[in-house]
Nanobody
Framework: QVQLVESGGGLVQAGGSLRLSCAASGRTFSTYHMGWFRQAPGKEREFVAVISWSGGSTYYADSVKGRFTISRDNAKNTVSLQMNSLKPEDTAVYYC???????????????????WGQGTQVTVSS
């Protein structure tokens, strides 16, 4: 139905920056809220950020607020996550996900997200 492919992960030193991208297939991308989640080894998956279908609303986890910025380009069917001032605790596999509930407020609840990418590894060294 919908395919999501993340890219941009890698190894960076603490204090550095990375920009993750998620490319989506399908002609209904612009109707989905788009979120980023992450999962560190041995830990549960956690919410990072979400942007509404129109791009008009965003919501961030407290742990990344002020450091990360989510954006989207509906003409290109992409969503991005700009990560600045990276910390070792940001190390995780980062996943892009789509929430089709366009008429509801954006949500950090992963149960709302139907489509998921394969993930991209982000490693922050101290």
């Amino acid at each position: 139905q919908v395919q999501l492919v993340e890219s941009g992960g890698g190894l960076v030193q603490a204090g550095g920056s990375l920009r993750l991208s998620c490319a989506a297939s399908g002609r209904t991308f612009s109707t989905y809220h788009m979120g980023w989640f992450r999962q560190a080894p041995g830990k549960e998956r956690e919410f990072v950020a979400v942007i509404s279908w129109s791009g008009g609303s965003t919501y961030y986890a407290d742990s990344v607020k002020g450091r990360f910025t989510i954006s989207r380009d509906n003409a290109k069917n992409t969503v991005s996550l700009q990560m600045n001032s990276l910390k070792p605790e940001d190390t995780a596999v980062y996943y892009c996900a789509a929430d089709p509930n366009r008429y509801l407020r954006v949500s950090p609840n992963d149960r709302r997200y139907v489509y998921w990418g394969q993930g991209t590894q982000v490693t922050v060294s101290s």
